[in-house]
Nanobody
Framework: QLQLVESGGALVEPGGSLRLSCAVS????????IGWFRQAPGKEREGVAS????????KTEDSLKDRFDISRDNAVNTVYLHMNNLKPDDPAVYYC??????????????????WGQGTQVTVSP
């Protein structure tokens, strides 16, 4: 099984930038996808971005792709979420998760088996 640990959440001012990290350890029976999700209080968990194990393919939700980007460094088994021009509606707990079954970039939370504990992002002047 896989273990995922997020880090990098912080308090930033509007317009600021953050890079979140997701350290991946353990093993999976085959290829897997890592996804980033976020959940704000009182809202459903929503997908942000995803990337394949090789890093060759990735996607970012259309509403965020002008500000957010996903990458990975397989040398250190870490997936990153780069967030720029943070806005007041971006605060949430950000989670990374692994889909070890579907070989897809789809950001459907129910498809993801392994989850990290989350990291808090706050945007405030």
């Amino acid at each position: 099984q896989l273990q995922l640990v997020e880090s990098g959440g912080a308090l930033v001012e509007p317009g600021g930038s953050l890079r979140l990290s997701c350290a991946v350890s353990g093993s999976a029976p085959g290829y897997y996808t890592i996804g980033w999700f976020r959940q704000a209080p009182g809202k459903e968990r929503e997908g942000v971005a995803s990337i394949t194990e090789s890093g060759i393919a990735s996607k970012t939700e259309d509403s965020l792709k002008d500000r957010f980007d996903i990458s990975r460094d397989n040398a250190v088994n870490t997936v990153y979420l780069h967030m720029n021009n943070l806005k007041p509606d971006d605060p949430a707990v950000y989670y990374c998760a692994a889909d070890v079954i579907h070989a897809s970039l789809a950001l459907i939370p129910a498809r993801y088996t392994y989850w990290g504990q989350g990291t808090q992002v706050t945007v405030s002047p």
